[in-house]
């Protein structure tokens, strides 16, 4: 691990202020995934500024009946939480089928969002990865990408976001609010989060240099039933193959949202209009433009089952 400064703030605008000075900065909050990069050096921050003391890890209800999660809410306790379970149950459950207990209870809101992909060639700095150095190449596009995107790539980039929670969020149409440097507020709705990889992969988020995220807004509770299935090699401890957040109401009406398959949570409101007509017409309109690779191929064919599955849990649980 390379050497950094290290520095607290007291305020959100102070912390990305003090982000925004020193190129490179990182914030640290539970350090989960920042850690570990920063020892095998594939992030080498020049400073990291702790935002554990800006109290921000509250659960609040909103005027609206909402919700407002604090960016550094754990998420065990979010998960946990009597409100989230009650309203918004399929949050908690995408919360409690990632990770181990131990990381659940250091992960915070804003880190599982901001978490870096899986890929394994991102994870080893003997191969290419434009994400991780650009303009190296993408190791992966011609490697072994079982476990990669199969939408929404591009020839710079075929990894997938890692996330159980955004893609929950996605379906609750979570809205993220952030402080910039000079102290003004911005609110960004998640599908407007996460930037497609084009030509520069290594930009993976709207968010601005120094920018900070202070926290995720849920609007009222859609109701209807929620059902979260997640697909992967092994039954714990193991990130998606494809996970599938499906809302259901009693009209039939309702969304899809899938992750383990784009570079974030994938969801198109022209397939959500199809669930009326069943999984098949979902994930043909889910998918389409679709352009998997030969060793990835299968997670077309194993989306349209998980969709299937989940919408008759949500059908079942309705009669």
């Known amino acids: ?14 912390a990305a202020a003090a982000a925004a000075r020193e190129p490179g900065t990182k914030f640290i909050a539970g350090g989960t995934n920042l850690l570990d990069l920063m020892k095998l050096e594939i992030e080498t921050p020049a400073q990291l500024v702790d935002v554990n003391g800006l109290k921000l890890d509250t659960i609040e209800a909103t005027d609206d009946g909402g919700l407002r999660i604090g960016a550094l809410v754990r998420n065990t306790d ?19 089928a990632g990770a181990s207990g131990q990381l659940r209870n250091r992960a915070t809101t804003a880190g599982n969002l901001l978490q870096r992909t899986r890929c394994p060639y991102f994870y080893d700095t003997d191969q290419a990865c434009n994400k991780r150095l650009p303009g190296s190449g993408c190791g992966a596009i011609d490697g072994y990408s079982r476990q990669l995107a199969v939408i929404g790539h591009s020839s710079s980039c075929i990894a997938t976001h890692p996330s159980d929670m955004a893609v929950a969020m996605r379906a609750l149409d979570a809205v993220i609010e952030t402080v910039k440097p000079d102290g003004s507020e911005r609110r960004i709705a998640l599908d407007d989060f996460y930037l497609a990889p ?5 930009r993976e988020t709207v968010l601005e240099p120094g920018e900070l995220i202070t926290a995720v807004v849920l609007p009222p509770p859609v109701g209807g039933r929620q059902v979260y299935r997640k697909v992967r ?35 198109r409101t022209e397939a959500d209009a199809e669930l009326p007509r069943g999984a098949k017409a979902v994930a043909a309109r889910l998918f389409e433009g679709a352009a998997p690779t030969d060793d990835n191929r299968f997670k077309l064919a194993l989306a349209e089952r998980t969709i299937a599955a989940a919408l ?3 059908q079942e649980a309705a009669s």
């Open 198 to 202: 084009g030509t520069t992969p290594q």
């Open 233 to 267: 090699d092994r039954a714990s401890y193991a990130f998606a193959l494809v996970s599938v957040a499906a809302i259901v109401q009693r009209d039939g009406s309702g969304s899809v949202t899938v992750g383990g398959v784009a570079h974030k949570p994938w969801r």
């Open 78 to 96: 979010l998960a946990a939480d009597l409100r989230v379970r009650k309203d918004w149950p399929l949050l908690s459950r995408a919360l409690l």
């Open 312 to 314: 008759a849990e949500a």
């Open 1 to 14: 691990m390379k050497a950094f400064a290290y520095t607290r703030a007291d305020t959100p605008a102070a």
